[in-house]
């Protein structure tokens, strides 16, 4: 197999994390005798940003953790030599000791320092969707419509990010775009289309999972920090009202893109491999005797050892539609070899009925191929009994989760996290008694949450320039451009700015930077205001590759499992057509709202 070859050089993240801390020694030292300005601090917060950008994209590559976790010690440095702030009052009048224990030691306090509420949240909600993911609910959905639409790939794959995109604003998209993923690619493999309609469903995900996602606030972390910066003026109601519209508006254009790409793909049912026609069963089988559940060609990649040679071949069969037992056939991998990796891709106990059954399929003797089915078709009954339990308890889990999200938005008091951790342990005892799954669900959900772990020195350090005053600068810049050029214009040129900055920088730090400018609005003007910038941090999430974690997501399974040599580049290159249609959608809408807003007013 060729060997994927990478340009990326790591620079070291422990040299740049104590550069860093000497550095913050040097300013914390010059800041007792010369008071620094906010001007230095705003520029210390912007380089941070800046630096994800150019160190996550280029050659010269620096871990993202190490970048944010050592350019805060600088800015709590500055912070700390400001002449003046609202916690330099504080601390003056109360002392250090009340200080910690306001913001330090207390839930609220570490919410308005870090989004303690909003990050446990989607914590549990990670852990939550990745229960829910092994019950192999999305599957099952997906080859019931493909049975039901004849083998169409087209109304199968609409449908299926139709689904997907209603659930993506409840249930995180981040976590839904994985599962969404692999589920259409199994199909457009199925359907032997081309690398590039493959290639372009996968990327379609990633608007699916984030513009269509904005319809409710719980799908999106963005949409979550504007509703914790702007609380109590940003609700669901607000959500229902602004955002909604441009979901369903989105979710239009993008159907009519896949129908441009998709249009005319097909699945031929009646020759469905036994493994693809009950892919539900046999990936939870792999979860539950593996704990792993692969692709055909990830498992072939992984077992590259035992394939040696013959790897790329049996990949492009993949990839030509051929089932894995049949393509290790043709390939004349030795038979051990193949009962082998047979039985670590779905159950030791199926490998010699699955590879008699492959052996006649390939030889074209399909009678005797479906009689070798028969013990695969009796333990996948068994598979199918439990993952029905399984599936019963994530539907259940539902129920304390939007319970306790109703309650929630009664009552503020309520931690939002609570919702999420109450679906996550109702869901988990739907497989509880099965480890290796239970492990599997709890890696992934780690593994996903831990891209996360960024953020918090970047909330910190946004937080720090909001006590620091910085903000009220911006907000009177924007009261400014509201009385001179009207708020249709300023909302459009927010929408563009967001869009712009979130497409080079993380759209979760764009939203806790910019939504902290309309505090001091007029309702109207922030709500329009703000449906303007969650619009924007969506769009230019999908742009680049490194906008959104969705993006990240997809561009790995491309540059991984479809194509190696696939660049940054060229995703902008076949992502910019959607985004300047949805562009154009959004702004109409806007301007929609504008003079709605004007003729009320």
Request: aromatic share 12%; charged share 15%; proline share 3%.
């Amino acid at each position: 197999m060729r060997e994927q070859t990478s340009a990326v050089v790591m620079l070291s993240g422990r040299k740049f994390f104590f550069s860093c801390a000497m550095l913050a020694a040097v300013i914390l030292f010059i800041g007792r005798f010369v008071p620094l300005s906010i001007s230095l601090l705003a520029l210390e917060v912007f380089a941070t940003t800046l630096g994800l950008f150019f160190f996550g994209s280029f050659r010269y590559q620096i871990h993202k953790n190490a970048v944010t976790y050592g350019m805060v010690l600088i800015i709590i440095a500055t912070f700390c030599g400001l002449s003046s702030s609202q916690w330099h009052v504080e601390i003056a009048q109360r002392g250090w000791e009340r200080w910690a224990q306001d913001y330090l030691f207390s839930f609220h306090g570490l919410d308005e320092l870090i989004h303690a509420d909003t990050m446990l949240f989607i914590l549990g909600l990670t852990f939550f969707v990745a229960v829910i993911a092994q019950t192999r609910l999305l599957e099952g959905l997906t080859f019931f419509l493909l049975r039901r639409y004849r083998g169409a790939v087209l109304p199968t794959a609409l449908s299926v990010t139709a689904v997907v995109a209603f659930a993506s604003g409840i249930l995180d998209g981040v976590s839904m775009i994985g599962l969404t993923i692999r589920t259409l690619v199994i199909i457009m493999l199925l359907a032997a289309a081309p690398t590039a309609a493959i290639r372009y469903a996968v990327m379609v995900c990633t608007a699916v999972t984030t513009v269509c996602g904005i319809w409710l606030a719980y799908g999106e972390p963005p949409n979550l920090i504007m509703k914790a910066n702007l609380d109590p003026y940003i609700d669901n109601a607000f959500f229902l009202r602004y955002c909604a519209p441009i979901a369903i508006a989105s979710y239009l254009v993008i159907a009519w893109q896949l129908r441009r790409r998709l249009r005319g793909e097909h699945v031929n049912l009646e020759t469905m491999d036994v493994i693809d026609a009950n892919a539900e069963d046999v990936r939870f089988l792999q979860a539950m005797r593996h704990g792993e559940v692969l692709t055909p060609i990830e498992f072939v990649e992984n077992h590259a050892r035992d394939l040696g040679d013959k790897t790329d071949q049996v990949v492009e069969r993949l990839r030509e539609g051929e089932s894995l037992g049949v393509a290790l056939v043709r390939e004349e991998i030795p038979e051990s070899t193949r009962k082998q990796l047979l039985g670590r891709f779905v159950s030791e106990d199926l490998a010699e009925s699955l590879d008699r059954h492959y052996v006649l399929e390939a030889a074209g003797d399909h009678a005797g191929a479906l009689a070798a089915e028969r013990q695969v078709d009796d333990t996948l009954a068994a598979s199918a009994r439990r993952r029905k339990v399984a599936q019963r308890f994530g539907a259940l889990a539902l129920i304390p989760f939007i319970g306790m999200l109703v309650w929630h938005g009664l009552d503020h008091r309520v931690p939002l996290f609570l919702a999420s951790f109450a679906g996550f342990i109702v869901a988990l005892l739907g497989i509880a008694k099965i480890p290796k799954m239970r492990a599997l669900s709890l890696r992934e959900a780690s593994h996903e949450y831990a891209e996360y772990y960024f953020l918090f020195p970047l909330f910190l350090s946004i937080t720090l320039l909001t006590k620091a005053g910085f903000f009220d600068q911006v907000q009177n810049l924007i009261r400014y451009g509201t009385e001179s050029l009207g708020p249709s214009h300023v909302a459009f040129g927010q929408f563009v700015g967001s869009s712009l900055l979130s497409a080079i920088l993380d759209n979760n730090v764009v939203a806790d930077f910019a939504s902290r400018a309309l505090h001091g609005l007029p309702i109207d003007i922030m709500h329009l205001f703000a449906m303007a910038q969650i619009a924007g941090y969506a769009l230019g999430g999908c742009w680049t590759h490194i906008g959104s974690a969705q993006s990240v997501v997809a561009y790995a399974f491309i540059r991984r499992d479809i194509d190696q040599d696939y660049t940054p580049v060229q995703w902008i290159k076949e992502m910019t057509p959607i985004i300047l249609q949805l562009l154009l959608v959004i702004t109409v809408l806007i301007y929609v709202e504008g003079a709605l807003f004007s003729w009320l007013s």
